[in-house]
Nanobody
Framework: DVQLVESGGGSVQAGGSLRLSCVAS????????MAWFRQAPGKEREKVAR???????WHDDSVKGRFTISRDNAKNTQHLQMNSLKPEDSATYYC????????????????????WGLGTQVTVS
């Protein structure tokens, strides 16, 4: 069975750091585009960062310079290093994997075509 399992969320003060991890199983994650999305209460789910199968990355402007996405294909794992956290970063963070065709697409594509984790809560006060 396909599984994506997130970990590393928690509560932190503004300016602090967290490192999210996502372990993939049940598919060859190394060939997939991996991404992190987040969803705050009452808001739409939004893509925060993505990493292509060749290692190229993209980060949303709201997190650029503060968050860094990475992947370790040997361990079927991706990470999101989050520094200089702000209260507006508070949300449930979701790990997702999709075929490269959908990599640059928005949530409307990923919602239908991606594998998803259950999410991990990040609270910044």
């Amino acid at each position: 069975d396909v599984q994506l399992v997130e970990s590393g969320g928690g509560s932190v003060q503004a300016g602090g750091s967290l490192r999210l991890s996502c372990v993939a199983s049940g598919f060859t994650s190394s060939t997939y585009c991996m991404a992190w999305f987040r969803q705050a209460p009452g808001k739409e789910r939004e893509k925060v960062a993505r990493i292509e199968n060749d290692g190229r990355t993209w980060h949303d402007d709201s997190v650029k310079g503060r968050f860094t996405i990475s992947r370790d294909n040997a361990k079927n794992t991706q990470h999101l290093q989050m520094n200089s956290l702000k209260p507006e970063d508070s949300a449930t963070y979701y790990c997702a994997a999709a075929q490269m065709t959908f990599c640059s697409g928005g949530y409307s594509f990923w919602r239908v075509h991606a594998y998803w984790g259950l999410g991990t809560q990040v609270t910044v006060s």
